[in-house]
């Protein structure tokens, strides 16, 4: 395989190389300039040297360890091909991060002891929050897990920093997706940055619990939240002084803030896609985008078409069959990846397990490229088909159209590569193959009937209720409404894998000066937030210039 990841340490980048050519073009001119030292193997029983394996007939050795330069400490992690017939062991992988800059590391924790017990907590919070609103270092903006992780990291590195939500609450932004919600992948590998859930939180976070955690974690981890709160067009960024000029709609009331840096945590999806649909104004039921779904009570006894075959229009027909809809039809437009919740959480499990430091879980998994990832994912693949062959001989038989990931790469290297086209499933798929949700496979809606669609194929189906599971448009032509297409236009692309095999999530200069992207699921804004904070805090020291 041959793969090497640098996180800042030879380059003041985030990219992964392949191949020994690649690596040695890589470090030929960095190597010497970095003067490395201090190596030291990691001897935390879940960093030391260890066996373990990457899938099927591939024994290894891997391990964690220390380093530093002459202005950061080092952390890395390596693979090592470790045969047992005796052939020549071969490094397969090893990942190289700045974990910190020396003098400027970040805070553990705090004594809780102010001015020799003279003052209270309450007031030095108070006092905190007071300097955090009048003049913000850096303004997050977007409220949910990923701008909240990335707030309690940047305030760990002493970064004065005020997060913007929309909604009225923290958590609303779940709160107010459908009921059924609930996360794919197990609490280890979705837990909070410095804050891990308890021993008896489920294993898979429901909807609501996680809209309550995330309020209360914005609490205990003494964050400044603004809460119906929103960034007005069009902020302006002055080159002179590095700032910008900033106003926030806070709940009506305009106030304009100065930040250096602006954080936009914001997703990567923008806008609904709402499909055109010739004959709505015929249509006698109801047409929404699956965003507006509030759950399948409001459908009782109705005849729904579910436009889609992801993640979201199972768990929306799943709930419809649940909740008593007279019958549901999917239209599946083109073909998608399916895993079984069991295989997924036994994979995960394996990455994440319970009673394993997140860190080490965390740093193990920064070992591993996106490229790499793929390649294992072309190995495990057939056992994956296999553990749910069953499920998906009986999709396929109900005309269900499974595909295997780009280069029978499998579903999750879908995740990082387009953010969907899969699904996985939690129980909808027994009910595809006993038919109580029917498959339209291969066709879509051509026009609206007053009673009901035509598809394209010439086939026709009674409707009262037609629930777009069509996805999102890409958050940038959002985000040009804000900032403006020039600034935008400055900007990297978000999501999917870079020239470079690198995870296209943000956390690294964007191209625009002061502005940042922060993307991913929560294990991805949980470690890649730290490099963001480096970022930030070494343009301050002068070690980063635009």
Known sequence: MGWFRDLLVFTPGLESRHGHASIRSHLKDTLGQAQLVNFKLDDNIFGQPHASGLGPDTPVIEAAFTFETPRALGKGYVRILYPHDGETPKAMMMMMMVSDWKGHEEIIYESGVYDEHNVSWGEIRAQRHAEIEKDPFVIVVGGAQTGLQV?????????????????????????????????HTPRAQHCFLYQPYPSNWPKLTPRDKLASWLEQYAETQDLVVWTSSTLEPQPRYNSQTKRWDVVINRNGVPIALHPAHIVLATSIYGDPVIPPLLGI?????????????????????????????????????QDLVYCGAASVTMVQRSSSAVVSVKYLLQTFGMSFPEGKPTYYSDLASAGMPIGALCELGRKMQPIAEEYDKEMLEGLKKAGFKVKDGPDHSGQLYMVFDRGGGYFVDVGCASLIINGKVKVKQGTELDHLTSTGVVYKDGSDEEADAIILATGWHPIRDKLKRTFGEEVIDRTSELWG??????????YKPSGQPGLWFAAGDFAVSRFYSNFLALYIKGIELGYFFY
Do not use: M
């Open 281 to 317: 104004e015929n249509f006698s039921g109801r047409v929404l985008h699956s965003s507006a779904f509030a759950g399948g009570k409001h459908f009782a006894g109705q005849r729904v078409i579910v436009v889609g075959a992801g993640n979201t229009s199972v768990d929306v027909c």
């Open 497 to 506: 894998i870079d020239e470079e095999g690198e995870l296209r999530a943000g």
């Open 151 to 183: 707030a309690a990291r940047l305030r760990q590195h002493d970064i004065k920093t005020l997060v913007i939500e929309q909604t009225a609450r923290v958590g609303d932004v779940w709160r107010n997706r459908y009921p059924t919600l609930a996360l």
